[in-house]
């Protein structure tokens, strides 16, 4: 497979704290790489400098082979890096429809289309993610199954190479996360998708991710099959913590 | 070659390989066209019945009309500028006296005509506003209001030191009228009533135009969320840099249009925070990026100005906010919010998706 993404010692620092810590893996193309890791341990930050929300102070990203590392949010959602928030991130005053649009009217493709095809096509995203019938609905109105949907629907709107999932799963019961789950898989499946996939519900990151990269205070610690990444002593650790004797 | 294509409901414009859009809906022209046609026919009826209906002279009252004008030529581009920045700007009549002075100092020092100067008070106004521009992407909440309010306390200050110029509070004189005058002066301002209106028509069209494109959608987003439109791929900066020019621009010939009306321009009278405050009421009672219900607002605003003024003298100025005030508590979305309530689905796009069974 081609190699898609590219970090290398990736390094980030808030004041005295340094939430990624030399970081470095690669993704490929058509990839579901799961990234997992206790709360703090620095995976929205290194999803945040993937997708240009962050400057790194250390380090070079690299996407299909071309320098990113200094390219703004804007230019990384053109090359194709789309993202979802870990806290949903809609426009509250405006319909489930108009989210899409805007998305659609912002990228790269959505100059060729007019307002109308736009908006067809916002209606497209919105019925496969089963939004068609919230679509005159305030986004702000939705439940949080709805918003979760709604983001993701907006990201692929985009018509991305790469899709960074922040936490999909949040706030949403068993059978919801059941449903997303399946929609990610689904979509990667349809439009040959890329996916950095954080998540805190392991079960489903071991079922649906074919990579599993670890971190642990901003450090990456174990990259490989989930199977074997969860045998792996320092990732016991990391989630369980050091057994006292 | 613009290739033009008649389609149902809508006309699609193909320009340099780009398809541009104009949705034409006839069921939804009436109310703007009977609103339009009230706005044009005011001037005339206050013109005609002013001495003997409202026992009012009638230049106290096309002036009244010609300053709820000029709060619609500064409050339609200030509300863009607002929603194309995600900023609240506390400057706008800095940019009003920049476009005042370049038109008065170029009409009186050059005796440069007023069809030339009103480019040269847009340009002026949108190069400084050019300068500045990296002020919306760098600063915002309290440092940008504080940024943008300090600006006109500085030109303020420079008409003082440098009172050779500009004038200080005696202003510039001896500026060219718009027109020769006809001799009767009372037809004269209702002339520059509808001149005003006409500039404050241009705006609305031009705003409402930009408000319903691809940029104006890009705007609303950058509005609510700047992280999100960056996440969309839509150039913030860009975007905030060409809203806060192109918009202070049009503010400035808000100040050309003065001069020329005025035959002079004093620029600490319009530099007034109390001017500012009347602009912002204005945007703020029409509703959030409401730009029709600028029209209604200014009108109000102007009318309230007017009958505190002559009833109140001194005190008009605390009582008229007073009244504003209370009108803004009791109208949270603004004049335009009780409309649009009602016809809510005018100003929101639809689309009607039908399934192949």
Same mark, same amino acid.
């Given at each position: 497979m081609i190699e898609m993404l590219k970090v290398s010692n990736l390094t980030k620092r808030f004041g005295g704290i340094i @939430?990624?810590?030399d970081v470095s893996f690669e993704i490929k193309k058509g990839e579901i790489v799961g990234l997992i890791g206790p709360n703090g341990a620095g995976k929205t930050t290194l999803v945040n400098l993937i997708s240009g929300f962050y400057s790194p102070d250390r380090g070079k990203i690299e996407f299909n082979g071309k320098n990113?590392?200094?390219?703004r949010m804007d230019e990384r959602a053109k090359l194709g890096i789309a993202r979802t928030f870990q806290n949903p991130r809609v426009i509250?005053?405006?319909?489930a429809h108009m989210n899409v649009l805007y998305a659609i009217l912002g990228?790269?493709? !959505?100059?060729? #289309?007019?307002m109308t095809e736009a908006g067809a096509e916002a209606i497209y995203y919105l019925d496969l993610f089963g939004l068609l019938k919230k679509? &005159?609905? #305030?986004? !702000? &109105?939705?439940a949080i199954y709805e918003l979760r949907l709604l983001e993701l629907a907006r990201a692929l709107a985009l018509r991305p190479k790469l899709l960074l999932v922040d936490e999909?799963? @949040? !706030?949403?019961n068993p059978a919801e996360a059941e449903a997303v789950s399946k929609l990610i898989n689904r979509i990667r499946n349809e439009f040959d998708l890329t996916i950095m996939w954080i998540e805190h519900v392991l079960k489903v990151i071991m079922r649906s991710a074919e990579r599993v990269l670890v971190m642990h205070y901003g450090r990456l610690i174990a990259d490989g099959k989930p199977e074997e990444v969860v045998k792996k002593p320092e990732v016991i650790e990391a989630y369980i913590g050091e057994e006292e004797v | 070659m613009p290739k033009i294509e008649p389609r149902r409901g809508k006309i699609v414009i193909h320009l340099l390989g780009r398809k541009y859009e104009w949705t034409v809906e006839p069921r939804y022209w009436r109310n703007p066209m009977i609103g339009l046609a009230l706005w044009l026919t005011l001037p005339l009826l206050i013109y005609a019945t002013a001495t003997s209906v409202?026992? $009012?002279h009638p230049i106290a009252l096309l002036s009244t009309l010609i300053f709820a004008n000029l709060l619609i030529m500064m409050a339609v581009p200030f509300n863009l500028q607002v929603i194309g920045t995600g900023r609240l700007s506390f400057g706008p009549h800095f940019f009003l006296a920049v476009g005042g002075y370049t038109a008065a100092l170029l009409s009186r020092? $050059?005796?440069?005509s007023p069809l030339l100067t009103l480019p040269a008070a847009f340009f002026m106004g949108a190069i400084i506003a050019l300068a500045i521009s990296p002020i919306t992407i760098i600063s915002r909440g309290v440092y940008y209001v504080l940024i943008t309010m300090l600006l006109p306390f500085i030109l303020g200050e420079i008409t003082y030191w440098r009172s050779d110029i500009f004038?200080? +509070?005696?202003?510039?004189?001896n500026v060219e009228l718009l027109f020769h005058t006809t001799g009767n002066v009372t037809l004269d301002v209702l002339i520059f009533v509808y001149v005003s209106l006409a500039i404050a028509l241009v705006f609305l069209f031009f705003v409402d135009r930009t408000l319903r494109s691809r940029y104006g959608l890009m705007m609303g987003v950058i509005n609510e969320d700047e992280d999100v439109a960056l996440s969309y791929g839509i150039n913030v900066r860009w975007i905030k840099i060409v809203t806060f020019t192109l918009t202070s621009g049009a503010m400035a010939i808000s100040g050309w249009f003065l001069a020329h009306y005025q035959g002079s321009f004093s620029g600490p009278v319009w530099l007034m925070p109390s001017f500012l405050i009347m602009v912002l009421l204005t945007a703020t009672l029409a509703g959030k990026g409401a730009i029709y219900g600028v029209v209604v607002s200014a009108y109000i605003v102007a009318t309230l100005r007017e009958i505190t003024r002559v009833s109140?003298?001194?005190?008009s100025v605390v009582v008229l906010f007073l009244i504003l005030l209370t009108l803004l508590y009791f109208l949270r979305e603004g004049f335009w919010g009780l409309y649009r309530k009602r016809r $809510?689905? +005018?100003y929101e796009p639809s689309i009607r998706v039908r399934r192949k069974t």
């Open positions: @939430a990624v810590n990113i590392t200094k390219m509250p005053n405006m319909t990228s790269e493709h !959505g100059k060729e #289309l007019t679509r &005159d609905v #305030l986004a !702000g &109105d939705l999909a799963m @949040a !706030g949403l | 409202f026992h $009012y020092d $050059y005796g440069v004038g200080a +509070e005696t202003g510039i004189p109140l003298g001194e005190f $809510y689905r +005018e």
